[in-house]
Structures are given as structure tokens and as C-alpha cells.
């Protein structure tokens, strides 16, 4: 099923359920040593599936429903099965603020894997056009919730030992941070954050970054105020004219694929600034760019 949620669309199946799983992975030609997302209609049904300490409940508490997903120890009976987990002794969970999802959620009752409804190294889908154009074919089922307010896909946060930053979101560090202490980085080690390695989030057209000057053929996105002409052979998308980041996260990939579709030698983009939500943005970018894997 297409599932809409507040983030991106999700490709979304019965996380019970290894076939349901398998043809999930399959869809999105996802390698499956890269774990999925267990989705729950709330905190109480997160705990069935997932062992919550005291720091996972505070921000539970305080971040559900919405864009935060939470990687704990696995709970012994849980119904998320071993594939969806990729066979790891944790799991991630995490409580969507979108109407559509968490109608779906309550009524299905058990954890729904969902991951973001792209193949497998593509920009996510934040309309459901794009979601029924990137995995489409295999959801029997796909579910109009409009665009997807946030538009960049959840926060992840391990809490397995000291509390980690697997991937920056719409819930920023400094939010986690107020309520938590201190986020250590991502380890490079990929089996403690799988979705880390590869090319991730990209268009077809190469990618350049902090580009203030772009040239003739190029796609460029910009940010904020125009401050001068459009240079001559240039297309242009603004991210946000009024500078704001969160516009800017909403429309990143519908941008970027909009960018990509005008067939340009190569997208360039505008500095983002590095506060708030724009660690999220440029994480995001910095992938599309093939800068870190
Ligand atoms: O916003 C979102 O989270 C969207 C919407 C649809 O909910 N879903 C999403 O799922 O982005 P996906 O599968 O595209 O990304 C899940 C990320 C991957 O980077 C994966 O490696 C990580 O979560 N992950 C899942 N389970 C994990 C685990 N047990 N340990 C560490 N990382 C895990
Ligand atoms: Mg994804």
C-alpha cells in the first residue's frame, strides 16, 4: 500500500508478515541487510514491539505523533518479523502525525513497515504522483494525502547505548538535545546505521553544492531573495524566496525532481544555512551529491 504520512509516502505492508516484507524490499530494489521502520498508532503500541527506557519514553512523549524515529532493542514476542529488522536485535520505531497513516494504523491494529516509497538511492516521494511513479506497480492499494507537509524523512535516534544521530530530521539535534543531553554522531560502521552507505537521494543529473554562480544548462536551486538576473541558459526553482527552511525541506525533492525531469547538464544549489532544519536539508543534498556514502 502507498501510505501517506507527514515525512515522505511510504511503501507501507504487515510488519508480521516475511512475504508482505520480502516483496517490500523487492519493490524498491532495497538491499535487505537495510532494516525498515516499524510504524504504530501510538505510544502504547510502540512498546509491544520495542523495549522504551526512560530517555525513548521522554521523547516519545514529546515527539509523537511525528517526525522522530526511535532505534531500540528489539521486545522478545514483538511482531515486527526478523526481515523487516534485516535479522538485527533492534528495531526502529516511530508514530506518523498524518490523519491518513494513522487512520490506517489504528484500524490495522499491528506495526506496519513503511519505508519511504522511492527505489532504493532515489529522491523520496512527497506527492503521490511521484510515489505511484517509483513503486507504484507493487501496492495494490495507494492512499491521497496531499503533499507531505514536512517533506524530508523522519529524525533517526539510536538509543541503544549513549543516544546517536542516525539521520537528521524535522525534530532537530537541538530539540533532542533540551530533553536528552548530547547526540554523538553516526559510527561509519554500517550495520549500527544501514541506511548510511551508497549514493542516496539521487536524481540523475549530477549534483553540485554551494554554488552561487550557476552555468549555462544547469538546473539551479535557489534560496532565498533573488538577488540578481537569472543567467542566460539557467532554469530556476526556489527552494524558499523567503529564506525559510522548512519551506525549503517541504519542497527539496519535488525540486529536485522537477530539476532533474528538465534534463540539465547538472543541478546546482545555493548554500543552505547549517541551523535548525538545514542539517537535514544539507545532509540530504550532500547525499544527492554523492559527498558522503
Ligand atoms: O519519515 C520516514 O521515516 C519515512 C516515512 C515513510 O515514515 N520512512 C523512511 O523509511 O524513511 P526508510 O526505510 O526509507 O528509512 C529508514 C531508515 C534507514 O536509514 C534505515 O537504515 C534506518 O531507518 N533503520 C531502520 N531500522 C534500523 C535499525 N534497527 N537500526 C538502525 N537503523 C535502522
Ligand atoms: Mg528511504
Redesign the pocket.
Known amino acids: 500500500m502507498i ?1 501517506p ?1 507527514e ?4 511503501l507501507a505492508g504487515d510488519a508480521a508478515t516475511p512475504l508482505s516484507v520480502a516483496a517490500i524490499y523487492s519493490a524498491k530494489g ?1 538491499p535487505q541487510f ?4 516499524a ?1 504504530l498508532a501510538d505510544l502504547a503500541s510502540a512498546e509491544k514491539v520495542a523495549q522504551f527506557d526512560d530517555r525513548a519514553r521522554k521523547l516519545a512523549q514529546a515527539f509523537w505523533p511525528g ?1 522522530l ?1 526511535l ?1 531500540l532493542p528489539v521486545k522478545a514476542g514483538g511482531q515486527v518479523c526478523d526481515l523487516a ?2 535479522g ?1 536485535d ?3 520505531v ?1 508514530v ?1 502525525a498524518h490523519p491518513v497513516a494513522l487512520a490506517v494504523l489504528a484500524a490495522f491494529g499491528g506495526p506496519v513497515v ?4 522511492n527505489q532504493s538511492g532515489r529522491p ?1 516521494p512527497t506527492t503521490l504522483a511521484d510515489a505511484v511513479a517509483e513503486t507504484g506497480q507493487a501496492a495494490q492499494v495507494a492512499l491521497e494525502g496531499g503533499s507531505c507537509r514536512v517533506g ?3 529524525t ?1 535516534v ?1 538509543l541503544l547505548d549513549e543516544p546517536r544521530l ?2 537528521p ?1 524535522a525534530v532537530t539535534r537541538a530539540e533532542i538535545e533540551a530533553l536528552i543531553g548530547p547526540l554523538s554522531e553516526a559510527e561509519a560502521d554500517a550495520h ?5 552507505m551508497t549514493r542516496h537521494y539521487a536524481p540523475r543529473a549530477p549534483v553540485r553544492l554551494n554554488v552561487l554562480s550557476p552555468l549555462p544548462g544547469e538546473a539551479y536551486l535557489a534560496f532565498g531573495p533573488a538577488t540578481g538576473p537569472v543567467p542566460a541558459g539557467v532554469t530556476v526553482w526556489n527552494l524558499s524566496p523567503s529564506a525559510s527552511l522548512s519551506e525549503a525541506a517541504a519542497r527539496l525533492f519535488v525540486d529536485l525532481r522537477a530539476a532533474d525531469a528538465s534534463h540539465p547538464t547538472a543541478i546546482s544549489v545555493a548554500p543552505i544555512p547549517q541551523s535548525g532544519l538545514g542539517e537535514a536539508i544539507n545532509d540530504r543534498l550532500a547525499r544527492a551529491a554523492g559527498w558522503i556514502g
Open positions: 501510505l504520512t515525512t515522505v509516502y511510504g532495497r537495510n532494516p525498515l521502520i510504524h517526525p524515529t532505534v529488522r534485516a538485527l533492534t528495531v526502529a516511530r506518523p513503511a519505508p519511504s516509497a523520496s524530508l524523512e523522519s533517526v539510536s542516525l539521520r530530521g549500527r546505521s544501514p541506511g548510511r
